[in-house]
């Protein structure tokens, strides 16, 4: 089934406008933190040693990474601000270590090109074809120019560095890079099923068992950043994709950081899913930890179950409900769903359910097979 899914994709394959490279001409390779590439990018075998990776959550992160890059939401988007000195004390000046064996190096012409499967606000992305194993991909294209402008480039590269080093079955993988003079481009993981948001606006509101597998799998996912001190901090549907057996991937590491001291001051993600100790403080420097992604893992509990944020309302009126956490949970929702909820969305970051208790909680055993451990960290 999988296969034919992937096939259809592909039957009207054809080189978009928006890529026109000549395919003989090679372009220079950037860093790339992937051991498994040899002589040549061959993604099947990645693909494949990527797997037997999944279990390994303890390796570090090549290089501590950049600060994040605003990842246009599609619903009230925050206010930029410049990152504090802080945040930008964390950054290391070392580069990428390079593979020591010699490697040819990649290019578009390497690449069949299909359909386009989204736009974002610096470009778009594509099915894609291996053309020597056959493998399927997503490659997102990024344009140089518009990174420039929006001064990026720094933050683009920690999304990079990140996202290739993390090994996750609900994590969307990142497979390599390279560029050209005007574009970056992105080797990506295809997420068969294409966006999660989709899926909930045309579901209105999905059943309580697939709810509760996508939130034991997210948990899952988060529990895996957190111990490589990594927090997403920008968690909603809109980031998060559908595998071909419908497993979910969580994508769009814009926004994400690592913090080794576990603690960031930036004001960031999307306002629907804020947690209060972004918008009041109570912390004399206004700094906050990996407790705001269990947060936005509650209002995305309540987005699935009700089909709408907890807090949705205007602006200000938003702002003001969720430092109180002033919702209301819909009579359809069950006790047991609504006790989770609860005891994710609690003003004190320190109060909140942790990530281990949330996969025992009766809610996840009830409707996940097993607790839902397909998809859990070990």
Not at 147 to 170: C, F, G, M, T, Y
Not at 281 to 309: C, H, Q, R
Not at 314 to 326: C, G, H, Q, S, Y
């Amino acid at each position: 089934m999988a296969t034919s899914i992937l096939e259809d994709s592909f039957k009207n394959l054809s080189v978009r406008d928006e890529i026109t490279e000549d395919k003989k001409s090679k372009v220079k390779v950037a860093a790339i933190p992937l051991s498994e590439i040899s002589s040549r990018l061959n993604l099947v075998k990645v693909a494949l040693q990527n797997q037997k990776q999944t279990q390994k959550e303890n390796a570090p992160i090549t290089s501590p990474p950049l600060e994040a890059f605003p990842v246009p939401p599609t619903r009230k988007p925050l206010p930029q601000k410049k990152e504090t000195s802080n945040e930008e004390s964390t950054i290391d000046p070392k580069p990428l270590v390079c593979i020591d064996q010699p490697i040819k190096a990649l290019h578009l012409g390497m690449f069949e090109i299909g359909k386009g499967l989204g736009k974002g606000k610096f470009g778009r992305v594509y099915l894609a074809r291996d053309r020597e194993s056959g493998f399927i991909c997503a490659l997102k294209v990024l344009n140089k120019t518009e990174l420039q402008q929006a001064r990026v480039e720094k933050q683009v590269r920690r999304e990079i560095e990140i996202q290739s080093n993390l090994r996750h079955p609900n994590i969307l993988k990142l497979y390599g890079h390279f560029h050209d003079s005007k574009r970056i481009f992105l080797i990506l993981e295809f997420a068969g099923q294409g966006e999660l948001y989709k899926h909930l606006r045309k579901a209105r509101r999905f059943p309580e068992s697939k709810a509760a597998k996508y939130i034991a799998q997210m948990t899952s996912a988060l529990r895996y950043l957190h111990r490589k001190h990594i927090i997403h901090r920008d968690i909603k549907p809109e980031n998060i994709l559908v595998g071909v057996h419908g497993e979910i991937k969580l994508s769009d590491f814009g926004w994400s950081v690592h913090a080794p001291s576990n603690r960031r001051t930036t004001y960031c993600g999307t306002l629907d899913y804020l947690p209060p100790e972004m918008i009041s403080s109570k912390n004399p420097d206004n700094s906050y930890d990996d407790k705001v992604d269990i947060w936005a893992l509650g209002v995305l509990m309540y987005e699935f179950l009700t089909g709408e944020a907890p807090f949705e309302d205007t602006p200000v009126l938003t702002t003001r409900r969720i430092v109180k956490a002033d919702m209301t949970i819909p009579s359809f929702v069950s006790a047991d769903a609504s006790d989770l909820i609860h005891k994710l969305l609690v003003v004190d970051p320190l109060k909140r359910l942790s990530l281990e208790q949330v996969e025992l909680h009766p809610w996840i055993i009830k409707n996940c097979v097993g607790g839902g451990k397909k998809g859990t960290s070990r």
